[in-house]
């Protein structure tokens, strides 16, 4: 959420396209790249990734920790996941639009990436994001996707779809430190982990 992960890639000399969407961060990070001189190498996006597009959902407000808002969808039941808001005339932070993930393949192809690491911390919501994002995975090398995992493991349904998503690409569920994790015992999975695709040996 200040662009940690940003920055450090593209201090590596790598392309990073980062999706945030609260304004507050956007503007952070936009600082901080450009104080490093870095904006030829970092693509940054102001919205949510979530599984419809053009939607308007809040966020809500974490006084202790300022990188845990969540979408306000993310603890509703399953019937109430089409609620939306209308736009506010306040530029309210707490008020965010929404894209998926296959949105921004156009852009990756414009920059000529064939592959990426993604790194995907977005407070409950990984499954919504994933719900559109076949694409990315099919047109992309992905090797390692690191995640967490805190917030999304309450919800059993969205377990299992990030769970089938992964394996039917034949990826395996490792801790960060790269020990393989028990498929069949995912109430000692960590709070955060890395999805690794076939025989990669490290993450």
Same mark, same amino acid.
């Given at each position: 959420?200040?662009?940690?992960?940003?920055?450090?890639?593209?201090?590596?000399?790598?392309?990073?396209?980062?999706?945030?969407?609260?304004?507050?961060?956007?503007?952070?990070?936009?600082?901080?790249?450009?104080?490093?001189?870095?904006?030829?190498?970092?693509?940054?996006?102001?919205?949510?990734?979530?599984?419809?597009?053009?939607?308007?959902?809040?966020?809500?407000? #974490?006084?202790?920790?300022?990188?845990?808002?969540?979408?306000?969808?993310? !603890? !509703?039941?399953?019937?109430?996941?089409?609620?939306?808001?209308?736009?506010?005339?306040?530029?309210?932070?707490?008020?965010?639009?929404?894209?998926?993930?296959?949105?921004?393949?156009?852009?990756?192809?414009?920059?000529?990436?064939?592959?990426?690491?993604? !790194?995907? #911390?977005?407070?409950?919501?990984?499954?919504?994001?994933?719900?559109?994002?076949?694409?990315?995975?099919?047109? /992309?090398?992905?090797?390692?996707?690191?995640?967490?995992?805190?917030?999304?493991?309450?919800?059993?349904?969205?377990? !299992? /779809?990030?769970?089938?998503?992964?394996?039917?690409?034949?990826?395996?569920?490792?801790? *960060?430190?790269?020990?393989?994790?028990?498929?069949?015992?995912?109430?000692?999975?960590?709070?955060?982990? *890395?999805?690794?695709?076939?025989?990669?040996?490290?993450?």
């Amino acid at each position: 959420n200040i662009g940690t992960y940003t920055m450090y890639a593209a201090a590596l000399g790598r392309l990073v396209l980062a999706i945030e969407c609260f304004a507050p961060n956007v503007d952070r990070i936009h600082r901080a790249v450009q104080l490093e001189n870095i904006s030829n190498r970092v693509v940054l996006i102001q919205n949510a990734l979530y599984s419809h597009s053009g939607q308007y959902l809040r966020l809500s407000y #974490d006084e202790d920790n300022i990188g845990g808002q969540e979408l306000d969808i993310v !603890k !509703k039941p399953t019937n109430n996941q089409n609620t939306t808001y209308n736009q506010s005339k306040d530029n309210d932070p707490y008020l965010v639009k929404t894209i998926t993930l296959n949105e921004l393949v156009p852009i990756l192809h414009a920059r000529g990436v064939r592959g990426a690491i993604i !790194k995907m #911390d977005i407070e409950g919501s990984e499954s919504f994001a994933l719900e559109s994002g076949s694409q990315i995975f099919d047109l /992309f090398d992905i090797p390692v996707v690191q995640m967490e995992w805190l917030k999304v493991r309450s919800f059993p349904d969205r377990v !299992k /779809f990030l769970i089938d998503f992964f394996t039917k690409r034949n990826y395996v569920p490792k801790t *960060c430190q790269c020990q393989p994790l028990d498929i069949k015992n995912i109430q000692v999975w960590p709070n955060d982990l *890395c999805w690794t695709k076939g025989n990669i040996s490290c993450c």
